[in-house]
């Protein structure tokens, strides 16, 4: 003992002599860390920092005394009984011979107090032995601290593997969960048994798409832990279109202005599904803000540090939160850790968390208190607190006698013993890691020449290779770790149900297991349920409603692609699927019902024989051909008469033949139009009408001559024949082979043929002839516009000639009908689509044909039929004889009372 004491003092000379020996080397302060210790009689220490408090108490940061380490505040139940995990795994490992046999393993934890500081307060303690930190330096003389389980949450974790790194240091993490830790660069010396946040982040955008929620709002702790888990989240669910209505985030010091704006964010949002990364100790004063504003309807998506947190699903925060679905690591039941935590009581324990823990959970205050905090309340100090609701120790004195079975306490339950079992793992893993390093056999060791460890003196890097290589297991789980110093990743997936006295179960409602594969990886049982809104139905959480089918989705402009707007699709496109981003063009032959939600086959229009108007219009072509054709018979049967003989008989002949021809034609019209037809209808249209009207100019060119020969009366033409029938047939050839050249040009050239018309009309496809050059067609019918002026300029010369029967008026009466007929069609035939456009077409024909027939047959045959006396040839030729004084001068002879000489003004055939 004397020795060991000498020893101690040379020790701390040579350190003194080491500070002392430059002005520069000497110690700017001392740590005040608060912790368990339990090394006598050890041979290897493990150490532990745990968040036992919730803060630091400020102290004046003031320069002109000596600054301190501060003291720690808000006693956290839930940690203490992970502190309490720490030592029970370890006296489980010393009772055991399978494990560390001989070996002694000894514990120094400290607590961070839920801060950076001092968590690395407590890193530069362990590394230097005490608490005067000399950097570089251990000066501790007790046995040697092999491992650092802790050091709690992911920031307070960063901070210390970043300072154990430098000494290849080894860490084993229970709760650091932030996916920046893997990055072995950075942290060469850090290993966890809890999973990568990243598999959290991933798993939690699979939720929330399975559900069909669109629009989430997030909210984050302003740390590692939060950044880094809702980023990779983010970036999850927004490759599948889902969007972000508002992401915060939550201060580290409490401060009541950034909490409301947080609460209004949240309020004014229509986003009813929040996910949540933060710790329990961040996210209090939030739902408790909110809790305040009685806000209900939310849906909580909870990340692992607070899923299973007492501190949260208390019974006056169920209304809110009841219904949260949250992910929580591995669950396991420790056996003979309930009567271990049992164990405690202040009258045999001098810590001083100890007595704190006993005066908080029993709210009292213990005789001899070890505790220098004051009994009053510890929130009156300068800086605004996190967990700002602390009450003071009460005055009733504590006996410790109490039980703690009597009262609902956090420490005591060991139903959801997840986090603490991750540290129960983390104090296996060093102790097997430091099991394979004693049994390694000297030369067949993984050091240099197959050399090993010793169990009593190691180098920190020498430990760090087993504790990468270990590979163990637990409670029916497989513990090793992979290149990046992680676990495997599986999750329960838990329901907060709300009990009828308000309190909260977590029911597990799925699983996630990242080592299967990817459809397998998550299950969930929507069915067992509990939603926030008393109902099974799975809430709503979208910006805008989704498009149904005969929609598109209309993005609003400087909004997220979730929100927007429904916009019917065009004539002639569909969608068939809901959320369609785009319309789909309906196929040629094809057009949009209704709904704008199905491709419809396209009417086919065309003039059918079988149809109403079709049968009508056959049934007036058929009676005017009939017509005609009676006309060709009359004039046959009383051929040899004056009145058809008179002005070329074949050529009367001929144009009723025409007339019958044209009339008829109108039948091709009608039909599915094919490509003979196409190429039949106009240009026999054409043809007729070109020889109808030239044979009514050959007519006229003699009526013509002969009034002109009146006007001149001139003697000396009595007897002369002014033009001889074989012209005027000659006439009416020559101006149907004309016609007849430019048709055969048109159809060798650009023949008309059938089309699908499909733009004219949308719904319907219009099946008509294409007539392959507008210009070739104006000119087939703009000959035969020229050949009826050429009549009816002719005519029109010849209409004053005084006859009873003067054929010229009749002829110009018959070209204005046949203009006033075509003129009227073409704005007619422009302004109509589809079969009404040929049914127009053919009702100018018809008319035109039957203005044509009246005007030119009908007089003739009033007279021949029913007026047989007139039709002589002494009133033909303009001779009344002297039986008949009544009879009325002729109507086709004129007299010339100068020389009482008549001039026949309608030849007659011989």
């Not at 009984?81 to 494990?99: H, Y």
């Amino acid at each position: 003992m004397k020795l060991d004491h000498f020893l101690r003092f040379l020790v701390f000379l040579w350190v003194s002599l080491i500070i002392s020996a430059s002005p520069t080397c000497k110690l700017k302060g001392k740590f005040n860390l608060n912790g368990f210790q339990e090394a006598t009689g050890s041979h290897l220490v493990l150490g532990g920092m745990f968040p036992i408090h919730f803060r630091i108490i400020s102290s004046n940061a003031s320069s002109t005394t000596v600054p301190e380490s501060e003291e720690c505040e808000g006693f956290n139940f839930r940690t203490f009984r992970w502190v309490r995990a720490m030592m029970f795994a370890i006296n489980e490992i010393n009772n055991r011979k399978d494990i560390l046999p001989n070996i002694n393993l000894g514990y120094t934890i400290y607590d961070s107090c839920f801060t950076i500081s001092k968590a690395v307060e407590g890193t530069l303690t362990y590394l230097t032995g005490q608490d005067e930190a000399v950097p570089n330096y251990r000066c501790s003389a007790g046995a040697p601290l092999a491992a650092l389980i802790g050091a709690g949450g992911s920031a307070l974790s960063i901070a210390t593997a970043r300072i154990l790194g430098l000494y290849y240091f080894p860490q084993v993490a229970y709760s650091s969960s932030c996916s920046v830790l893997s990055d072995k660069f950075q942290f060469p010396s850090f290993l966890r048994t809890i999973p990568n946040d990243n598999f959290q982040s991933r798993a939690m955008a699979r939720l929330i798409v399975s559900f069909g929620w669109t629009w989430v709002g997030t909210i984050a702790a302003d740390d590692d832990y939060g950044k880094y888990g809702i980023k990779l989240f983010k970036e999850e669910v927004e490759k599948v279109g889902v969007c972000i209505s508002f992401s915060e985030t939550l201060p580290k010091v409490y401060s009541m202005e950034k909490i409301l704006k947080v609460v209004h964010t949240i309020k004014a949002s229509t986003a009813n599904i929040i996910v949540v990364f933060s710790s329990e100790t961040d996210f209090n004063p939030l739902i408790e803000e909110i809790v305040n504003h009685n806000m209900t309807g939310k849906t909580w998506i909870a990340s692992e540090a607070w899923s299973t947190s007492a501190l949260i699903s208390r019974p006056e925060y169920s209304s809110t939160l009841g219904g949260t679905i949250g992910f929580a690591i591995r669950r396991a039941e420790i056996k003979g850790f309930k009567d271990f935590l049992h164990t405690i009581n202040p009258r045999t324990s001098s810590d001083k968390l100890v007595h704190e823990f006993w005066q908080r959970a029993f709210n009292c205050t213990l005789p001899n208190s070890l505790l220098t905090i004051n009994k009053t309340s510890s929130n009156n100090n300068s800086t605004q607190s996190r967990i700002h609701n602390i009450p003071p120790f009460s005055e009733n004195l504590c006996t410790g006698n109490e039980k703690l079975d009597d009262i609902g306490n956090t420490y005591s339950d060991v139903t959801q013993l997840r986090l603490t079992y991750s540290v129960y793992k983390a104090v296996y893993t060093a102790a097997y890691a430091l099991h394979n390093l004693q049994a390694c056999e000297e030369g067949s060791g993984p050091f240099v020449n197959g050399t090993c460890a010793n169990i009593l003196d190691f180098e920190p890097w020498q430990l760090m290779y087993y504790l990468k290589h270990v590979n163990f297991s637990t409670h029916g789980e497989v513990v090793r770790f992979d290149s990046s110093g992680d676990v495997n990743a599986t999750y329960d997936i838990i329901n907060w149900l709300r009990n009828p006295d308000g309190s909260v179960s977590y029911v597990n409602i799925g699983h996630y297991d990242s080592t299967v594969p990817l459809e397998h990886q998550m299950t969930v049982d929507n069915g067992s349920i509990f939603w926030n809104n008393d109902e099974t139905e799975v809430p709503r959480s979208v910006c805008s409603e989704s498009c149904l089918p005969g929609t598109r989705k209309g993005i609003r402009q400087g909004e997220p692609v979730c929100c927007f707007d429904c916009i019917l699709c065009a004539d002639g496109e569909i969608t068939n699927e809901t959320d369609s981003r785009e319309c789909i063009q309906c196929p040629e032959d094809y057009w949009s019902n209704a709904n704008k939600d199905e491709c419809v086959k396209k009417l086919v229009e065309y003039l059918a024989f079988e149809e109403a108007l079709g049968i009508t219009l056959i049934a007036l072509s058929v009676f005017g051909a009939c017509i005609a054709l009676s006309i060709v018979v009359v004039f046959i049967i009383y051929r040899d008469t004056a009145l058809v003989k008179a002005n070329d008989r074949e050529l009367s002949f001929l144009i009723q033949l025409a007339l019958a021809i044209i009339i008829l034609s109108s039948i091709v019209f009608i039909g599915k139009p094919a490509r003979w037809s196409c190429m039949t209808r106009q240009v026999l249209l054409a043809l007729a009408f070109a020889l109808c009207l030239s044979c009514v100019m050959g007519k006229a060119v003699l009526l013509m001559l002969t009034a002109k020969a009146a006007k001149a009366k001139s003697s000396e033409n009595t007897d002369k024949e002014l033009l001889k029938p074989l012209y005027q047939k000659l006439i009416a050839f020559t101006g149907t082979i004309i016609q007849g050249i430019i048709c055969t040009i048109y159809l060798v050239l650009i023949p008309p043929y059938p089309i699908k018309n499909t733009a004219s009309q949308n719904i319907k496809i219009i099946l008509e002839c294409n007539e392959g050059s507008v210009i070739f067609l104006c000119c087939v019918f703009g000959y035969d516009v020229l050949l009826a002026l050429l009549c009816f300029i002719f005519a029109f010369i010849g209409r004053k000639l005084p006859d009873n029967f003067n054929e010229a008026k009749f002829m110009t009466f018959a070209m204005l009908v046949f203009f006033i007929v075509w003129i009227s069609f073409v704005p007619a035939y422009l302004s109509t689509r589809g079969k009404f456009m040929v049914a127009v077409e053919i009702f100018a024909i018809l008319a035109s044909s039957f203005g044509l027939l009246g005007c030119l047959f009908v007089p003739k045959c009033y007279i021949i039929i029913l007026k047989p006396e007139r039709n002589t040839e002494e009133l033909v030729r303009g001779k009344p004889t002297g039986n008949d004084k009544s009879a009325p001068p002729s109507s086709v002879s004129l007299t010339s009372e100068a020389n009482s000489t008549t001039i026949s003004t309608v030849p007659v055939d011989e």
